[in-house]
């Protein structure tokens, strides 16, 4: 088991790290994930169940896509951060809830989902410990998580220039310390073994996004690690800040601004 504490600690993180910039989230961010879980959704054959969930559901725009590939089962998003389920669809069932510590009987679901969180918990292994338990016999896990390149040039440019002008560090680094184990094919393969599963079948899609140059700098100002740390900075600096990275990325190929990455799409089955 791990560390409860550990596990307090980055509770906490993740809700004071989505909270705030909720409905930028919904708005900005979801949008660029939910082609690649609906990949996944394909994959994990919703057709015939009963009962779905799908834990950190975020804003829910997945959900109705799951009810459409299950139209004679019960939906469930389940979430850690409210501010998150308040913007769900409330067509569904929503219930704030740790996914460490997931509060149903087991066997509840023949299916769950689990798309672009799993990296979030402190301990992988233990999480879809609790995801296969809460799955009844013969039940599917369907999981995405991404690959081992996190960064990209521009990115690179907005780092150096947040360290430049004095950014503190981002205040939750650390509150995402599983993704190093469930990074690639091969450690999905193994976790979800370890988990307990079967008929494991591990892909990989590639990820681009092609940043415009404006686009980019509202989303740094708006989600994510750059928005924490950008909020550490006086306005003044914040603006000179903001400057300089658009001058600079500017100045570099339009390549500099795509972000490319691999999404690993997992699924398996509990015996």
Not at 6 to 15: D, E, L, S
Not at 205 to 222: C, G, K, M, S
Request: with cysteine.
């Amino acid at each position: 088991m791990g560390d409860p504490k550990t596990g307090a600690a980055n509770t906490r993180a993740i809700v004071e790290m989505y909270s705030p910039q909720a409905a930028d989230y919904e708005e900005m961010w979801a949008p660029l994930l939910h082609p690649y879980a609906r990949i996944l959704l394909d994959r994990v054959g919703l057709d015939e169940g009963e009962w779905v969930l799908e834990i950190a559901c975020g804003a829910g725009l997945l959900l109705p896509d799951i009810a459409e590939r299950a139209p004679a089962a019960r939906v469930v998003g389940m979430d850690l951060v409210e501010a998150m389920l308040r913007l769900a669809p409330r067509s569904f069932d929503r219930v704030v809830m740790d996914a460490t510590r997931l509060a149903f009987v087991d066997g509840s679901f023949d299916s769950v989902v689990c798309a672009f969180a799993l990296f979030h918990f402190p301990d992988p292994l233990e999480a879809l410990r609790g995801m296969r338990r809460v799955l009844r016999p013969a039940g599917v896990l369907g999981t995405t998580t991404w690959g081992a390149d996190g960064t990209f040039p521009a990115l690179d440019v907005s780092v150096e220039e947040m360290d430049a002008f004095g950014a503190a560090p981002d205040p939750a680094t650390g509150s995402a310390d599983g993704s190093q184990q469930v990074n690639s094919p091969d450690k999905m393969r193994v976790i979800l073994g370890e988990a307990g599963f079967e008929n494991i079948d591990v892909d990989v899609v590639p990820w681009e996004r092609r940043w415009e140059l404006d686009a980019f700098i509202e989303y740094r100002t708006r989600l994510g690690a750059s928005r924490r740390r950008l909020a550490t900075l006086d306005s003044e600096a914040r603006a000179a800040c903001l400057t300089r990275i658009r001058e600079r990325l500017s100045s570099l190929p339009e390549d500099a601004l795509v972000d490319r990455d691999d999404v690993v799409l997992a699924t398996a089955v509990r015996d």
